[in-house]
Every structure is written in structure tokens, then in C-alpha cells.
């Protein structure tokens, strides 16, 4: 049986919200599984690292094509190699409505140009997103940065 691990829980303002210990069939399954959460306003957001946040920004918002968790969470993983192989940002972190309907992946570094071309393909060929569109954001969202959205999946 696997440790259970604590989860740092954020609302919107990335404020710590709730911890867990996660427990349940799910969580004990090889697929390394997030446990099943309600929280307060409908979704959470999982963070999973230092939360180095940079100038651009690319946004990924979708559609949820699947019953559990797995599929994102091998998603997840693509998307956080394939940043880390080409050095260009960071994944930050997601937030999925409850009943796994639609979701956020949030990713982060200097070039929002550079981050798309590194996850672009992963998105493309991820069958867990029904449909999924990335915001690219040129700089802070205080400044009034430049936006451009593109579709990945219809």
C-alpha cells in the first residue's frame, strides 16, 4: 500500500485552502490517482511545484472526456516533461469542476511562443480533453498583456 501524501490545496488567489490525506480505492490503484474531493466553490486546484511564476502564460481551458482522474494525471505528466525537456516554463498547477466536466491547466516561463510549441503536441493528441483551447498571454495580466487563443481539440 502506498503512503498517503498531503495535497496543498489553492483558491484562485493561491491561497492555502484545505490539506488532505488522500484515502480511498482510487488513491491505493497504481494510476497515482488524485482522491475524490468536494471543496467549496466547485473545483480545486492541485499545485505541484515551487510556483514560479513568470511573464507569459499559457492557459489550456477544455472539456473532460473521461469518468476518473488517470488520464489527466498521465496528462499532467506529459505536459511537466515535455516543459522540463525543452526548458522552456513550468506547469503550474489545474483545476477540475468535481464532476469532471470541464478543467484549467495552468503553465508558466518567459516565452509564451515557446511554452505552446513544447506542449502543443501533447494537448493535440491527449484523448482525455474532448475539447481544449490554449490562451497565450504575452506578459502580466495586470499589464493588459496580449492574448491569442488557439483550438487544439473541437
Known sequence: MRTPELFDLRDENDRVSIAIEP???EWHSTTGAP?????????????RGPGLMTEHAVIV??????????PFVALERRLQRALEDAAVGEYDGNEIATDLSRGVIWMYGPDAEALFQAVRPVLAE???????EATLRFGMPTQGAPQRTERLRD
Do not use: D, N
Open 23 to 25: 484515502r480511498g480505492p
Open 35 to 47: 482522491p475524490p474531493i468536494v471543496p467549496l466553490e466547485g473545483a480545486v486546484r492541485w499545485v
Open 61 to 70: 481551458r477544455f472539456t473532460y472526456a473521461e469518468r476518473t482522474l488517470a
Open 126 to 132: 491527449a484523448s482525455c480533453l474532448a475539447h481544449a
